[in-house]
């Protein structure tokens, strides 16, 4: 299930070297403390609360609410981590642009290290990126796409996309053991600033009758459907720019149709993972299932739902090296004595922690 999303202004800049340097040796500690005390699977649920993993952004000192955050903690956690993969049974794939597309790939080298199947892996891994960037249109064009998962296969998502007009940036997380339906309602907790009034939701669950409709559209002989957007070109339809009639090329649908009828998906979820099923080919299709079967599909924006070492431009405070150190140190050292047995250095800083927290 997809667990929260996130809204960022977009900052240029990057971390600096000293920084970044200190990100990947203090997420790793702050990493390996979770798994040593509460396991990979609590670790995955807390990187899927967009809560959670804003303040550990904010704990190794990025900026507390830019977009780089994400790129920047996630490849810091990957850089510090997927060395100790084979011990830790946590492998990390994917990152910004490119590396994105080399996903699938780390997660099959991964899963043949760690001697699982990596298919059903490499499945969630493209549905999860399939739904938010194509079933559900909001503006946001995805550049960032980092997939987590454990010996045993479980998984969790961290995704970012961009929406150059606004110069905001969204985040999606997703936790693998919630996910029964890739298409209905994905989203379980949202954090964000910012709703956006033109949204096509076709995992709402009000779009549930689209879904039907513009799956049994997509079995339908193709020709047949062509002589229906001709004569929908005559016809004066209602306003709605997230489904525009425009969309209903019928040169470029004509491809798109013949690829699904083809292919006879049996459901909405097999549709949404043809080759070829982009956002554009998703909203004409959406249009004719409103138009002919009289199924309209959610236009409800989902999105209604750093003072620990300071802030890599100076805010809330600078970051102190010094300081930044010394947790690293100190997460190592209690580390290293759990490891023998001497675990009242953890004790203490989870005393310390509840004491914060109440």
Same mark, same amino acid.
């Given at each position: ?12 800049? !990057?971390?600096?070297? #000293?920084?970044?340097?200190?990100? !990947? ?12 005390? =509460? ?12 809560? #959670?993993?804003?303040?550990? $952004? ?5 900026? #507390? ?12 956690? %990957?850089?510090?981590?997927?060395? /100790?993969? %084979? ?34 892996? *490499? ?6 990126? %399939? ?8 503006? =946001? ?13 479980? #998984?969790?998502? *961290? ?71 001709? %004569?929908?070109?005559? /016809? ?24 699904? =009828? ?17 956002? !554009?080919? /998703? ?26 070492? $300071? ?12 300081? =930044?150190?010394?947790? *690293? ?30």
């Amino acid at each position: 299930m997809k667990t929260g999303i996130a809204h960022l202004p977009l900052h240029t800049g !990057k971390a600096p070297a #000293w920084l970044f340097q200190r990100m !990947k040796e203090l997420g790793r500690e702050i990493i390996l403390v979770i798994l040593a005390d =509460y396991g990979a699977q609590e670790l995955l649920r807390r990187l899927s609360d967009p809560h #959670w993993f804003q303040a550990l $952004g904010c704990a190794l000192g990025f900026d #507390w609410h830019s977009s780089g955050l994400t790129t920047t903690v996630c490849g810091a956690l %990957k850089e510090g981590l997927n060395p /100790l993969y %084979k011990e830790t049974g946590l492998a990390i794939a994917g990152g910004k642009g490119a590396t994105s597309r080399k996903t699938p790939t780390e997660i099959a080298e991964a899963s043949a290290a760690l001697q699982r199947d990596s298919t059903p892996l *490499i499945y969630a891994s493209r549905m999860a990126a %399939k739904v938010d960037n194509t079933a559900l249109q909001d503006g =946001y064009q995805l550049y960032h796409h980092l997939f987590l998962f454990t010996r045993d296969g479980r #998984w969790a998502v *961290i995704q970012q996309g961009m929406n150059a007009e606004n110069r905001y940036a969204r985040r999606y997380h997703w936790l693998g053991e919630q996910v029964q339906n890739f298409v209905c309602e994905p989203e379980s907790a949202i954090c964000c600033d910012r709703r956006e009034a033109e949204v096509l939701n076709l995992v709402a669950a009000d779009s549930e009758g689209t879904r039907v409709a513009t799956t049994v559209l997509s079995q339908e002989e193709p020709d047949h459907l062509l002589r229906e957007v001709e %004569k929908l070109k005559t /016809l004066e339809l209602p306003a709605r720019h997230a489904v525009a009639l425009a969309d209903l090329n019928p040169r470029r649908l004509r491809s798109v149709l013949l690829r699904t =009828y083809e292919a006879q998906p049996e459901g909405f979820e097999e549709l949404l993972r043809l080759p070829g099923v982009g956002p !554009k080919s /998703l909203r004409a299709l959406a249009l004719l299932s409103e138009l002919i079967h009289g199924a309209p599909p959610s236009f409800q924006d989902p999105a209604r739902y750093s003072f620990t070492h $300071g802030g890599k431009d100076g805010h809330p405070f600078p970051v102190s090296r010094e300081a =930044y150190d010394t947790s *690293i140190h100190f997460l190592r050292r209690a580390l290293q004595a759990a490891k023998i047995g001497h675990t009242e250095k953890l004790r203490a800083f989870r005393r310390l922690d509840r004491a914060f927290t109440s």
